[in-house]
Every structure is written in C-alpha cells, then in structure tokens.
C-alpha cells in the first residue's frame, strides 16, 4: 500500500514542473483522511494528495481531528499542507497540543493545495494514533476587492469590476465600451480612422454637450497625392477659461495636428472655420474633464489633389520638368543656370519634389536656388603672350568685364565686378575737386567701337567714391578707387561678364603677368590716342621698391610727381620702350590664378609713359575688400 503512493510522490518530485489537475472534474468539496483511518496508521508512509477547485477559487481545508506521534519539529511523523511547494504549515502531535493548529482553516492562496502524511519505520512497537481527518471547499476569491498588483498593470478593471463566482470581468460607465482587453473602459470616440476622400466627424453626443474625462483620437489618412481641409461648422463649442494671457484651452481643448508641424489648440466659442492641413493626414485629439462644459463641435473634411503650382522661374536659369504630371504630387524638376555665364552653388543641378503639402522642396529644403554669376571665366581665348597694344585687336570683347565710361565726352575705363556693379578709379569720377553727377555718366559695355559710341549705354543709379580719396593737387592718388551702381542690373553673357573681386589674402607675386585693356594707346611720342576698338597688354607686376626707386628718381629731375603708397602697385616691363605702360585710367589690371581672371589694379596714374624704368601705377584693390563689400551691401 504504502509502496503505491511512494511511485506517485517519487515521480512527481523528479519532474518538478509535472504536477497538473487529474482528469477529473474539479469538486467543490472533499473529505481527506490518514490511510486506515480510524484504525492506527501503518510505519513507512509517504502519502500524498493533490486536491483542485476550478479558477477563480481558493480551497479552505479544516483538520477535523488530529492524533500523529509527535516529535521535535515533527520531523518523524506529520501531515505537510503545501501550495505549489510552499509550506503552509507541518503538523503533528494532538488536539490541543502545541503543534496543532486549532480550529482555524487553512486557506490557499491558490487553486491548488497539497498534504502529504508521511510516517517513520524505525518505531518497532505497535502504533496506537490513528493519523488525521479533514475537510476542504472551494471558497470564491473575490478579485476585485483585491488591491493594485502595484506591477504597472493597474487595477483590474479602469472602471468598474464585477465579482462573479470563480471570476469577475470589468464594466465601464456610460458612453464608454469595454476595450478587447476586457479591461480598458475606452470613449467610444477613440481610435477611429478616416480614409475616405470625405467625411464628418463630432464631438461625441454632439449636438449634446461633450460627457468629462474624454480622450478622442481620431485620424483622418488618406492617399499621400491628397490634401485634407476640415470645414468646421458654426456651432463650435469648447470651453475655455480666461487668464491674465487671455483665453487658454486649460480643462477642454481639440488639437489638430499634422507631421512636421507645431499641433493646433483649439478652443473657446468660434468656430475656426476652414482649416486647410496640406497634409494627407490629420489627427485630431479631444480632450475633456470633469472642469467646465462644452457643448462640442462637429466638421466635415474634404481632401483635393495636391497642386505645387508653377515652380518658380529661375533668373539666368530654367526649370525642366524630370518626370509626373506637371505640379502635381511627386512631379520632379530640374533648376539649372545659363552656364557658362551662371552656375548654382556647388556648381550642381537641383531638383524639387513637389511634396505632399503642395510645396516644391529639394533635400527639405523650399527655398529657389539662385543663380550666381560665373566671373574671370571668359569664353573667348585671349592669347597670353600679346604684348604689343596696337597689334592686340579685341573686336569680340575679349575681354569682357572691361566698360568705356564717356563722362562728359572724357573717355575712362571700368570694369563689371557684379551685376549692378562697375568698378573703377575715383579720379574719373572727380571734377574740380567734386564728384561728378550720376547724369554726366554713360556706360558702354560688350562691343563697343570707342569713336563712333553707338549703341545704348547704361546709366549710373549713384557713384561712390572712396571716403579717402582726396587728390585737389593731382598729387596724392591714396585710395583712387570708386564703384558705380547700375539702375539696371546686367544680365551676362559672351561679351559682357564680370571680373572677380582678389581673394581675402591675394598676393601680388612679382614679375607675374597681367592683363591690362583699354581704348587709349601711347604712341611713341607720347601722344595719347583713342583707338576703335579695345586693346589689351601684358604686363609684368613690378616689385615695390624698384617702383618706388624709379618714383624716387623722377622726382629728382621732375616737379608735380605724386607719392607711392603701400595702396599701389606698379606694373610695366623693365626695358620700357615698345612695350606700352597702360591703358584708360580706371581700367583694369588683371591677374590669372586658377584659370580665373581676378581684379588686381585699376589704372591710377604714371609718369613718363614708355621710357626705360618707368611704370603705370595701379589702385592695389586687394586692400579695398571691406570697402567694395560693404558698399555693394549697403546700397
Ligand atoms: C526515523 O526516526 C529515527 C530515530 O528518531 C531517525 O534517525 C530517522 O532519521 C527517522 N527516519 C525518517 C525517515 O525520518
Ligand atoms: C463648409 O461648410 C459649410 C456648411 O457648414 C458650407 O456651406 C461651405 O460651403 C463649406 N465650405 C467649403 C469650402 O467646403
Ligand atoms: C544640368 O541640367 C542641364 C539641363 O537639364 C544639363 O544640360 C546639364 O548637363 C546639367 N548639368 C549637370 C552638372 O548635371
Ligand atoms: C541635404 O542637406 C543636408 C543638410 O542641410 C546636407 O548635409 C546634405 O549634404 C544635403 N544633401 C544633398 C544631396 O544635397
Ligand atoms: C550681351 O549683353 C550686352 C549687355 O546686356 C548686350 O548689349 C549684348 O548684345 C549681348 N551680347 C550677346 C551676344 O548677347
């Protein structure tokens, strides 16, 4: 006998997990007893029994009567009650003793309980106790009285709970439905999504005012080539309260909110009316409390295909249409400039995506490039190694940042630094120790026949003459520099094109070749003629000490010969004679860094043109940066 329920013990406890409900049907109630019971029990016992009642059920088990031999912590004979191997309590000895527990029931804290009666056999005389007897039920847990796990999972149920025999289940208050979960109480309002091209929405009960504690979420998605715009009508109700920053959306709001922007508060007693979203999807939050009431609000939406509109034109560019349908949701086009007069930043193509919001936009971005201008790139060859002016034809405008400036009938020399922009010397635009007016001004660009001056000129919008030029005595060329602003401005192409500014830094490397052009030639006797057509020389930059020597040694033998500064430079060649020293004052001097013509000097003065160890004076532009720049801002 007792062998029989050793089998069953033994196995049980070396597959720990093994235990499970006999097929039986679960009871109710039940009566337990030591084997022989009421008779004496038998030495070498192990007897166990797993008792179950149905979930939602605890077993309460009563030890009717008791009589096990007892023993220091009934460590021979006892009756064990567990509950999924937790002890509840060992027991031995009689009624009334110490190690009886009386008439309280045990109470499992689950489902399940397990006794085990277990005797000794080294008790060789006869046994006289009898063992034990009990009673168990099923008592109903009651889960809702139960408190908060405190694991995060909350209460039971969000509302109500329900005690039911074995079980309980959730309830939620009016105007709210139980979630899938069957444990959520959610607004009816929440979590709908709209995908129609049309539809109405309202506050929940609307016309009837909104219950407290709402949280709608409602979503309207429709196909990204859509736009969505809700329609408000006028009975639009959200309570509001009045703060010292005026009306705030405190206890009851409706937010709007759309991907990538700032969400919409939406508040008191007018209705917004239209909202148009640019986007294809809208979500839209109510919320309530139990502060204040609102009456609701009630909209219809209405979504259109998303419309880009013309991309915006491009000066001194294009815009080509890549692929879709033109301005329509996903249409790409391709911004590009009139090369080679025009480039974009980075010298790149860009292409706008027209976007779900109805705006053109290239890498996030909606803002038109712009085209800026190409300068020092001519496009027509100028040879490099013409020296001779007279020989140097440039019907083509060949150098095409070079401007004849007729003040007056004076002729003078400029040069196109930018698109309403002429640089040249100050001293031309000076006339009995004033600056001339902007009217007296005729601006000739591209090609141009010096003589005959057909053609349109451009006119001067104003003149800026640098602040410290000051030259009464023809003596003192400090700062000959000055800029005249066009009233229009120039757009660029083969025979007109700007010259650059010198980079931050620019050096004036000795002996490097430069470019100097203009209309007025020496002749070997030094007589100054106007020629058709524009010339041009090379010329050498000239170290400043020898310039400064060859200015020294001339005013030795020569009165009236104006000072060298650091703000000048000379150019010419050595050996002076068939070699021209310079061109229109306030022309050019080029230098060539990185296939890129830059402005290095403007013709400014010289003495004794063509003799042997005399140069032409140049304005040394490089030092005038900050000027050009922050007149150019500033005008
Ligand atoms: C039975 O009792 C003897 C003597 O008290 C003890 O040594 C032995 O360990 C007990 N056996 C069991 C199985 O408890
Ligand atoms: C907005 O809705 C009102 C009716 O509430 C209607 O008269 C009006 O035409 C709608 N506006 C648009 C742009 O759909
Ligand atoms: C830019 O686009 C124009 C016109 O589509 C094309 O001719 C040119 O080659 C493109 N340039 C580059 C650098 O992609
Ligand atoms: C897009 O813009 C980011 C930052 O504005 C820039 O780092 C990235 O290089 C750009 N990508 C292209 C393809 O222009
Ligand atoms: C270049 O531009 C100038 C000034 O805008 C203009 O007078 C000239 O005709 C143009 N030349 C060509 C080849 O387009």
């Known amino acids: 006998m007792g062998w029989t329920y050793c089998v069953i013990w033994c196995l049980c406890l070396s597959v720990s997990e093994c235990w499970q409900p006999p097929n039986s049907e679960p009871v109710m109630q039940g009566e337990l007893q030591s084997p022989q019971y009421p008779r004496p029990y038998p030495p070498n016992l192990l007897t166990q029994w797993d008792i179950w009642v149905p979930e939602g059920y605890q077993i309460q088990l009563s030890i009717t009567h008791l009589d096990i031999k007892a023993s220091s912590g009934c460590n021979q004979d006892s009756l064990t009650v567990l509950h999924e191997q937790k002890v509840l309590g060992k027991f031995c000895g009689q009624e009334n003793s110490a190690d009886h527990p009386g008439k309280e029931p045990i109470l499992s804290p689950g489902n399940t309980l397990t006794l085990i009666f277990q005797t000794n056999d080294s008790t060789p005389e006869l046994q006289q106790h009898i063992g034990f007897s009990a009673t168990y039920k099923a008592i109903d847990i009651d889960e809702c009285s139960q408190s908060d796990p405190g694991d995060g999972s909350g209460p039971l149920c969000t509302q109500i709970c329900v005690n039911t025999p074995g079980s309980y289940h959730c309830s939620c208050y009016t105007g709210y439905k139980l979630h899938l979960d069957q444990h959520t109480c959610l607004s009816s309002c929440d979590g709908c999504i709209y995908d129609k091209r049309e539809g109405h929405l309202a506050s929940p009960a609307y016309p009837h005012p909104s219950p ?44 709007v909110s759309t991907p990538g922007r700032e969400p919409m508060k939406l508040c008191g007693g007018k209705s917004p009316g239209l909202i148009a979203t640019n986007s294809n999807t809208v979500r839209l939050d109510y919320h309530t409390d139990a502060e204040g009431l609102s009456r609701g609000w009630s909209l219809d939406y209405s979504t259109h295909v998303v419309d880009c509109g013309e991309p915006e034109p491009l000066l001194n560019g294009g ?55 190409v300068c020092g790139q001519p496009t027509k060859l100028i040879s490099t190694y013409q020296r001779t002016i007279a020989s140097s034809e440039g019907p083509d405008s060949k150098i095409p940042w070079h401007v004849l400036l007729n003040i007056d009938g004076r002729i003078a020399g400029g040069m196109v630094i930018a698109d309403r922009w002429i640089m040249t010397a100050a001293h031309t635009l000076t006339h009995d120790r004033k600056p001339i007016s902007k009217e007296t001004v005729q601006i000739y660009m591209g090609p141009i026949n010096a003589k005959t001056l057909l053609g349109s000129p451009v006119s001067a919008a104003s003149i800026h003459i640098h602040p410290e030029y000051n030259n009464p005595d023809f003596l003192d060329y400090n700062s000959d520099i000055a800029l005249i602003k066009l009233q229009d401005p120039i757009t660029f192409n083969s025979s007109v094109m700007p010259i650059c500014l010198p980079a931050e830094g620019a050096t004036y490397v000795t002996d490097t070749i430069g470019l100097v052009s203009g209309f007025t030639i020496t002749e070997p ?11 041009y020389v090379h010329l050498l930059v000239v170290e400043q000490e020898t310039c400064s020597n060859s200015v020294n040694k001339l005013k030795e033998t020569m009165d009236n010969v104006p000072d060298l500064t650091n703000n000048m430079f ?17 022309g050019p001097f080029a230098l060539r860094d990185d296939g890129r013509f830059w402005a290095a000097g403007i013709v400014s003065w010289g003495v004794g043109c063509r003799n042997q160890g005399t140069y032409g004076v140049y304005t040394r532009v490089a030092n005038y940066l900050d000027w050009i720049y922050k007149t150019m801002q500033e005008n």
């Open 570 to 586: 000379c150019a010419g060649v050595p050996e002076g004679g068939k070699d021209s020293c310079h061109g229109d004052s306030g």
């Open 525 to 535: 006797d030094n007589q100054r003629i106007l020629t058709n057509d524009l010339k």
């Open 212 to 255: 407290p504690f709402l949280s709608c979420k409602y979503i309207i998605s429709v196909e990204p080539s859509f736009t969505i715009t809700l329609n408000f009508t006028d009975n639009f109700h959200i309570d509001n309260v009045d703060t010292e920053q005026g009306p705030r959306c405190l206890h009851h709001w409706l937010q």
């Open 319 to 373: 815009v080509t249409y890549l692929s879709g349908s033109q301005n329509q949701y996903h249409s790409v086009v391709q911004y590009h400039c009139n090369e080679p007069f025009y480039t974009l930043p980075g010298g790149r193509n860009v292409t706008f995506t027209c976007e779900a919001d109805g705006k053109w936009r290239s890498n996030h971005s909606d803002v038109t490039p712009t085209c800026v201008s």
